[in-house]
């Protein structure tokens, strides 16, 4: 038995209406994609950007990704969503190479339910091929829901992936009910930890702790390790001490619109020099968009 309050009520409502919008929302060009940049924590080069969703809407105005992409998921949009984005980040991603010194990776999010369906690895093929981006230079980003298709499944298509030559992260990692054995049975090759940890990360030792076990473990199994929502110096300085391979958050830089300007910025200002950004981390607000 169920108690119902008005308030479900309208939250039904909510949902529903921003699902009836969402389906026209794509070819009213009001998804765009933000990018954020994630950097080697040792030498401090620009590695990638992850490509993140934004909902525009004419009269709500910014809808964030958290609220409408499980409406998405449970609507079952996501799957022609997701598609779409793939497909502008990696023509994003071909633009943005021609303007750096170097490969620079695009990041993608995909959705458990994208991954799923039967034609997953031809359509990632396909973009691949009508984008002309080098399969090396995309990241795929799975959460561990991927195995609700069978491990057995997600393993085949995981193979198929990297034969491909795509890179497979492990979105998230620890939120929730992580399970080890998926980091074994699955090909992934950089674990990606999740945000939550990083709040207490430089003031409590039972979380540095379970971080270095974590970092520990990813190394073991031969994947990278990537740590986001990075937000100051401290938590910076600990995971380079701790081993962690690579960075992304504010304190290194915010999503932005423009991932082709600040590269071009980014490299006029770094020409010749090795070292990690140090105006961009010595940046309290940290915001390399605003900042550069
Ligand atoms: P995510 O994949 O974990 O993405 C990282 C989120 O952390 C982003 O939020 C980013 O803006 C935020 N973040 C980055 N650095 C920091 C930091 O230093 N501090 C804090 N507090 N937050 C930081 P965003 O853009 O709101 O995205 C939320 C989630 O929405 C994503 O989490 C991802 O699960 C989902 N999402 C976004 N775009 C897509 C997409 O294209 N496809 C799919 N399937 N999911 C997406
Ligand atoms: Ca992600
Ligand atoms: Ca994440």
Excluded at 209 to 234: C, Y
Aim: glycine share 8%; with cysteine; proline share 5%.
């Amino acid at each position: 038995m169920r108690y119902y309050t008005p308030e479900m009520g309208s939250l039904v409502r909510e949902r529903s209406s921003l699902e009836t919008q969402m389906r026209g929302a794509v070819d009213r060009g009001e998804i765009g994609l933000h990018y954020q940049p994630e950097f080697d924590v040792v030498s401090g080069s620009l590695v990638r950007f992850e490509a993140l969703a934004r909902w525009t809407h004419p009269d709500l105005g910014s809808i964030p990704p958290d609220k409408f992409i499980p409406i998405a998921e449970e609507s079952g949009l996501i799957v022609a969503l997701g598609t779409n984005i793939l497909e502008r980040a990696c023509e994003e991603a071909v633009h943005w190479q021609a303007l750096a010194p170097y490969p620079i990776q695009v990041a993608v999010n995909v959705s458990p339910l994208q991954f799923a369906r039967d034609n997953f690895v031809d359509e990632v093929t396909h973009i691949l091929n009508r984008t002309g981006l080098s399969p090396s230079l995309l990241q795929l980003e799975l959460t561990e829901s991927v195995v609700l298709s069978g491990v057995a499944r997600a393993a085949d298509t995981m193979k198929s992936l990297r034969a491909l030559g795509v890179g497979l992260a492990i979105d998230d990692f620890g939120k929730g009910y992580s399970c080890l054995s998926y980091l074994s049975d699955l090909p992934f090759e950089a674990l990606k930890i999740d945000r939550s940890f990083l709040k207490d990360l430089t003031t409590r030792r039972q979380t540095r702790v379970t971080v270095v076990s974590l970092i520990g473990l990813a190394h073991n199994l031969g994947m990278r390790v990537i740590v986001e929502g990075v937000e100051n110096q401290d938590q910076m300085a600990l995971l380079r001490e701790l081993g962690a391979n690579e960075a992304q958050g504010y304190l290194l830089g915010r999503p932005t619109a423009d991932p082709a300007s600040l590269i071009s910025l980014l490299f006029q200002r770094l020409k010749g020099r090795t070292a990690f950004p140090k105006p961009f981390l010595d940046n309290s607000r940290g915001n390399l968009t605003q900042n550069a």
